[in-house]
């Protein structure tokens, strides 16, 4: 396939700082010519297909780019953003205002990296984007489709039809300009999911058409098409093919050809192929590739080799280079770190190195946000989800930096010009699946799954939320990726604490939690508690009526209403229960706060029987385990 023609676009037109004038550049003279209708084949000249990058007016001119995007940048500042305030805080509406309100606004707008133009049009929401997309440039229109048009590898018509239908509303000149961007690959794809191509010779005449099936020519008299009127895809298909033919009939023709003759699967595959090049250029990598930055490795070992090689030095070995982009990569607006508030360590750590080692940071973070959302999110171009992978990015990032230079600033400094970012996710990332691994024994000692309904809720949200594919931390729909270092310790001490009530629970239970029956812990440990208390042995066998009562009247003290576990019997119950010897410090900390706030519950729950008096087991609530048959 050959490629777009790079020099469509004049640099003089940059240099003079007048308005862009796309559609002139765009076309070629032999294109612009509509053929009559009834053009025969051998008259037009041929076709050479679109394919590759579509022209960027700012190509290899990063000064020229930088002073076009000048009134929405603030430079100052070793902040981790770098668009002003004005622009990156503000709504859709008001970026769209303020860019519709400079001297130049296509100047500024085709200055955008284009990934940032279509992030920005989602924000806008596309409906309400046909301005913007009248000042674009090809690269951003056909960048447009690359980000939003592809769903799990497979071509959304559905968007696709959608950014067409908007362009069109915004005029004949905006649809003409976002046809042309697109590669001929796409188009005749496209077009084929909604049409079935006839060539209209005695040839190729085909069978019956359908009653119900939407019929119509080509422009030239040519190719019969036909269509499922039912089809909401039809209207833009329309829309294509007249934006067409305006410009070039030779490649109408080319285009319908194409998807009478290739097979789909195949087309399909080349055009994914070229779009997925584009995208991995402006940082959206392959998702198994983009995957990998969530690997493991042992970041402890890790913390030891670079301590060995590179604490007390006062810079990195001589020739090595700063693992981050080149200086040359297009500036960007920093539309996926404008949640970002605070950088935590790495926030600090920047506040101390030099201004372009700091451009350069913001750089690798806005790509190793990118890299995060090739890997999580449906779509590249899913702005809100791209927010939270980017600060993803910056926390974990963060998080491993502050791990392998003990939270010490000047060398964390020398570390950042050895390791990239995302190595640096990688290690944060690691800490992570420590405790993750950690959380899927807890949840197989369990039982699975089910068995997590053992645990107290806020325990069960923690080891659920640390066994997903990735690990989240909170509580449900406040759940989010682990964040600092004392977010890891708080789980740590968490899951500690619970590994020992599960080992408390284990023993009493002959090392098979899962024999059990189907109750919380904290019920078979307070049942635990009654046998001991009555009988002197720890065991999980319901109790009868006969020690359900001597339970009541040994365990409890005070006045009858809000009597409360015997002091002395307390400490008793806890030293008993707590006879293991390979219980460590931490463990027996763990395990005497759970049989406290135990003993405590069925407090609450028993303090108000008489002992005196027979107790109905079907009202006893579930902090014992209790024979209700009895």
């Given at each position: 396939?050959?490629?777009?023609?790079?020099?469509?676009?004049?640099?003089?037109?940059?240099?003079?700082?007048?308005?862009?004038?796309?559609?002139?550049?765009?076309?070629?003279?032999?294109?612009?010519?509509?053929?009559?209708?009834?053009?025969?084949?051998?008259?037009?000249?041929?076709?050479?297909?679109?394919?590759?990058?579509?022209?960027?007016?700012?190509?290899?001119?990063?000064?020229?780019?930088?002073?076009?995007?000048?009134?929405?940048?603030?430079?100052?500042?070793?902040?981790?953003?770098?668009?002003?305030?004005?622009?990156?805080?503000?709504?859709?509406?008001?970026?769209?205002?303020?860019?519709?309100?400079?001297?130049?606004?296509?100047?500024?707008?085709?200055?955008?990296?284009?990934?940032?133009?279509?992030?920005?049009?989602?924000?806008?929401?596309?409906?309400?984007?046909?301005?913007?997309?009248?000042?674009?440039?090809?690269?951003?229109?056909?960048?447009?489709?690359?980000?939003?048009?592809?769903?799990?590898?497979?071509?959304?018509?559905?968007?696709?039809?959608?950014?067409?239908?908007?362009?069109?509303?915004?005029?004949?000149?905006?649809?003409?300009?976002?046809?042309?961007?697109?590669?001929?690959?796409?188009?005749?794809?496209?077009?084929?999911?909604?049409?079935?191509?006839?060539?209209?010779?005695?040839?190729?005449?085909?069978?019956?058409?359908?009653?119900?099936?939407?019929?119509?020519?080509?422009?030239?008299?040519?190719?019969?098409?036909?269509?499922?009127?039912?089809?909401?895809?039809?209207?833009?298909?329309?829309?294509?093919?007249?934006?067409?033919?305006?410009?070039?009939?030779?490649?109408?023709?080319?285009?319908?050809?194409?998807?009478?003759?290739?097979?789909?699967?195949?087309?399909?595959?080349?055009?994914?192929?070229?779009?997925?090049?584009?995208?991995?250029?402006?940082?959206?990598?392959?998702?198994?590739?983009?995957?990998?930055?969530?690997?493991?490795?042992?970041?402890h070992a890790w913390k030891r080799e670079l301590h060995a090689r590179y604490r007390g030095t006062a810079a990195s070995e001589p020739e090595t280079l700063q693992p981050y982009l080149p200086e040359d990569v297009p500036v960007r607006l920093g539309l996926a770190l404008r949640e970002v508030r605070d950088g935590g360590f790495l926030g600090r750590v920047m506040a101390h190195l030099p201004e372009g080692d700091v451009v350069r940071l913001r750089l690798a973070l806005v790509r190793l946000g990118y890299t995060l959302q090739s890997a999580r999110a449906e779509r590249p171009s899913a702005v809100d989800e791209l927010s939270r992978w980017s600060m993803h990015a910056l926390m974990t990032?963060?998080?491993?930096?502050?791990?392998?230079?003990?939270?010490?600033?000047?060398?964390?400094?020398?570390?950042?010009?050895?390791?990239?970012?995302?190595?640096?996710?990688?290690?944060?990332?690691?800490?992570?699946?420590?405790?993750?691994?950690?959380?899927?024994?807890?949840?197989?000692?369990?039982?699975?799954?089910?068995?997590?309904?053992?645990?107290?809720?806020?325990?069960?949200?923690?080891?659920?939320?640390?066994?997903?594919?990735?690990?989240?931390?909170?509580?449900?729909?406040?759940?989010?990726?682990?964040?600092?270092?004392?977010?890891?310790?708080?789980?740590?001490?968490?899951?500690?604490?619970?590994?020992?009530?599960?080992?408390?629970?284990?023993?009493?239970?002959?090392?098979?939690?899962?024999?059990?029956?189907?109750?919380?812990?904290?019920?078979?440990?307070?049942?635990?508690?009654?046998?001991?208390?009555?009988?002197?042995?720890?065991?999980?066998?319901?109790?009868?009526?006969?020690?359900?009562?001597?339970?009541?009247?040994?365990?409890?003290?005070?006045?009858?209403?809000?009597?409360?576990?015997?002091?002395?019997?307390?400490?008793?119950?806890?030293?008993?229960?707590?006879?293991?010897?390979?219980?460590?410090?931490?463990?027996?900390?763990?395990?005497?706060?759970?049989?406290?706030?135990?003993?405590?519950?069925?407090?609450?729950?028993?303090?108000?029987?008489?002992?005196?008096?027979?107790?109905?087991?079907?009202?006893?609530?579930?902090?014992?385990?209790?024979?209700?048959?009895?």
């Open positions: 396939m050959a490629h777009y023609d790079d020099d469509l676009l004049d640099e003089d037109d940059l240099d003079d700082g007048d308005d862009l004038d796309l559609e002139d550049d765009w076309a070629e003279d032999e294109d612009d010519a509509l053929a009559e209708p009834s053009a025969p084949a051998e008259d037009l000249e041929p076709w050479v297909p679109q394919a590759g990058d579509a022209p960027d007016p700012f190509a290899d001119q990063p000064d020229a780019r930088q002073q076009a995007l000048a009134p929405l940048l603030d430079r100052g500042g070793r902040n981790l953003t770098w668009s002003s305030l004005r622009f990156l805080r503000g709504t859709g509406d008001e970026k769209l205002d303020l860019i519709l309100s400079l001297p130049d606004p296509a100047r500024a707008v085709q200055a955008m990296a284009p990934e940032e133009f279509v992030l920005l049009i989602k924000e806008i929401g596309l409906n309400d984007a046909g301005d913007l997309l009248s000042l674009a440039s090809p690269r951003q229109l056909q960048a447009s489709l690359d980000l939003d048009a592809w769903l799990a590898g497979e071509l959304d018509t559905q968007a696709v039809s959608e950014w067409l239908l908007t362009a069109e509303d915004a005029g004949k000149d905006v649809i003409d300009r976002f046809v042309a961007a697109q590669d001929d690959g796409l188009l005749s794809f496209y077009l084929g999911q909604s049409l079935k191509v006839v060539i209209l010779t005695e040839d190729d005449m085909e069978g019956d058409i359908p009653d119900d099936a939407e019929v119509f020519t080509s422009p030239d008299n040519a190719f019969q098409l036909i269509g499922n009127a039912d089809d909401p895809n039809l209207t833009a298909v329309r829309q294509v093919l007249a934006s067409v033919w305006r410009q070039s009939a030779a490649r109408g023709r080319a285009l319908l050809l194409a998807t009478r003759w290739e097979l789909p699967a195949q087309l399909e595959e080349d055009v994914l192929q070229l779009r997925n090049a584009r995208l991995e250029e402006i940082g959206f990598l392959d998702r198994e590739e983009a995957l990998q930055v969530y690997s493991y490795r042992d970041a990032a963060s998080m491993g930096l502050e791990f392998l230079s003990d939270a010490d600033v000047t060398y964390a400094g020398l570390l950042l010009n050895v390791l990239p970012l995302r190595e640096l996710f990688t290690a944060g990332h690691s800490l992570v699946l420590v405790e993750a691994q950690r959380a899927r024994k807890l949840r197989h000692q369990l039982g699975g799954t089910a068995g997590l309904d053992r645990l107290e809720t806020v325990d069960a949200q923690l080891v659920r939320g640390l066994t997903l594919a990735f690990p989240q931390y909170g509580h449900d729909d406040k759940s989010e990726p682990v964040a600092t270092l004392d977010e890891l310790a708080v789980i740590r001490q968490r899951l500690s604490a619970i590994a020992a009530v599960v080992l408390m629970g284990q023993t009493l239970s002959a090392g098979d939690l899962t024999a059990t029956a189907p109750l919380p812990l904290r019920a078979l440990v307070g049942t635990a508690i009654a046998w001991q208390l009555v009988t002197g042995e720890p065991k999980l066998a319901p109790l009868d009526r006969a020690t359900f009562q001597a339970f009541l009247q040994r365990g409890f003290e005070g006045q009858l209403g809000g009597r409360q576990v015997n002091t002395d019997l307390r400490r008793a119950l806890i030293r008993a229960l707590l006879t293991r010897p390979d219980l460590s410090d931490e463990d027996v900390v763990a395990l005497t706060a759970f049989l406290e706030t135990t003993l405590d519950r069925l407090a609450d729950e028993l303090g108000g029987l008489d002992p005196e008096s027979a107790v109905d087991l079907r009202y006893v609530g579930e902090g014992l385990r209790v024979a209700v048959a009895v």
